[in-house]
């Protein structure tokens, strides 16, 4: 069997690895010429998408390089409280307000036996983790999860083993997070020292099983038959719980899409979702390293739901199925610099520095795009992940001293703080380039958000490398009496990044608050910008 680190090393010397070029060709123009005229956003606060699932900017922590251990475990640590957990972290991810934590993996869940990260910690094994060839120390597991994300204010997204696990150890779980008392597994957490039920709803059958570096690598048919009855037996235990099917681990694999429709011909009327994920980087092969591109990519995961979406609903005909599949793309970032060698073995050492990714400020730029991406298609999308929270391909970089802010921070933490309610469908009117294998490309994606009391957020990446543009927003019902928030991401260096010496190399700025009359609100966004205002009544 492939190993996930042999696989990205080959694929992306082969031009393979996270490469749109299947959905886009090759790149042979960028930003030319002059875009002119003032764009139009059009907002009605009646038309909207969908209401925001409160899940859909939720985060990951994999038992991986320094998630976890040196994360937000550290003992030893003098920022750390008597569970070892470190303070500033749980403060960081508290204030930012992340609303659901997947865990534990990943590639490390499908070897992963739940039961040796539990009971007296001192009879806990030291295991050799395949996946990343590390090694655990199993001090933190899923007890410690739950009381960590308590604290951090946080549910857990709860990922099962499904390669070398069973599922009668699956629904083992369930039962023993969920029952309350007098089974075998609910007496057994209660012995552990947890008398309460943690109620978890939310669960994911296994992790990337399409894929030839996963542990227990099978075909669609045969992972879609394990999901059935591991749906089947967990429900037995709990009817309330929401499960997530493994979809295509992105559209780089030569079975996408065909492995998402064999796995739900097994297992539709079993699961309430299906996953997906998806990593971008300015590389050779996905981008020709052009910027212009870059910031584009977003536009490539909108066709990816898309595509999904038409596989989930063509099997629902098929079945004459009432039910209507969610999507859960529980893993998305930036991630193209820390994929092979080194940043991805870890030499069976312990919390390895594994994937540790730095984000220049274009990298927030396109993270941005993301975020509008997710809220355009809220409707359909209701979990989705920021893969990973802390060290690894993180916005949140720890040290034995503090922490830092990565670039692609920031527009992940607006959105957790400001797209809130409803997504609206505005109608955007922009100048366009061109890239060759894309339809005409917007230099403006915009999208926004309405609360029921009258709060209209308003997210707007300008693509355009060299130029600033007039925007004119139009209010179709009833415009936002006061700005109560305006900001920007901009700058003028597209490599720049942020570290432990220089933390606010790039941050958000102050934006000057639009004027409104006789139902417009006119400003400027900056060149290489991803703005944010928000309206109250």
Known sequence: MSSR????????????????????????????????????IYIDSRRAISPIDPNLFGSFLEHLGRAIYDGIYDPGSKLSDSNGFRKDVIDEVKKMGVPIVRYPG??????????????????????????????????????EFMTWAKMAGTKPLMGLN????????????????NVDKGTKWSDLRRKHGYAEPYNVRHWCLGNEMDG???IGHMTATEYGLKAQDCARQMRYVDKSLQLIACGSSGPMMPTYLEWDREVLEQCYEYVDGLSLHRYI???????GNDSSKYVAMNLSMDRQIAESLAVCDLVRG??????????????????????SGDAVDGHRQDAPHLLEEPYNFEDALLVGGLVNTLLRNSDRVKIACLAQLINVIAPIMT???????????????WALQYARGKALNVLVESPTYDVAGMDAVPYLDAIATATDDGKTALFILNRDLSKAHEVEVVWEDKAGSRVAVSQVLTGNDLKALNSFDAPERVKPQAFDKPTTSNGRSKFEVPARSYTLIQWEA
């Not at 749109?20 to 042979?28: D, M």
């Not at 098929?318 to 994929?339: C, G, I, M, Q, T």
């Open 212 to 214: 030839p570096w996963q």
């Open 106 to 143: 990943g590639n490390f869940v499908s070897g992963y036996n739940w039961l040796d990260g539990v009971g007296p910690k001192q009879e806990r094994p030291r295991v050799l983790d395949k996946a990343w060839n590390s090694m655990n120390s199993n001090q933190f597991g899923t007890n």
């Open 399 to 413: 040290n034995a001293n503090g922490l830092f802010r990565q670039t692609i921070y920031y527009p992940y933490a």
């Open 281 to 287: 980087g300015n590389t050779p092969e996905e981008t």
């Open 5 to 40: 680190r042999r696989f990205l090393q080959q694929a992306s010397t082969a031009g393979l690895a996270l490469s749109a070029s299947s959905l886009f060709g090759r790149l042979v123009s960028a930003q030319t010429g002059s875009a002119t005229g003032a764009a139009r």
């Open 162 to 177: 499904l390669g070398t696990g069973s599922t009668e150890q699956a629904a083992a779980l369930v039962e023993y997070c």
């Open 318 to 339: 098929h079945k004459r199925s009432p039910k209507k599949l969610w999507l859960s793309f529980d893993e998305w970032n930036v991630w193209y610099r820390a994929r």
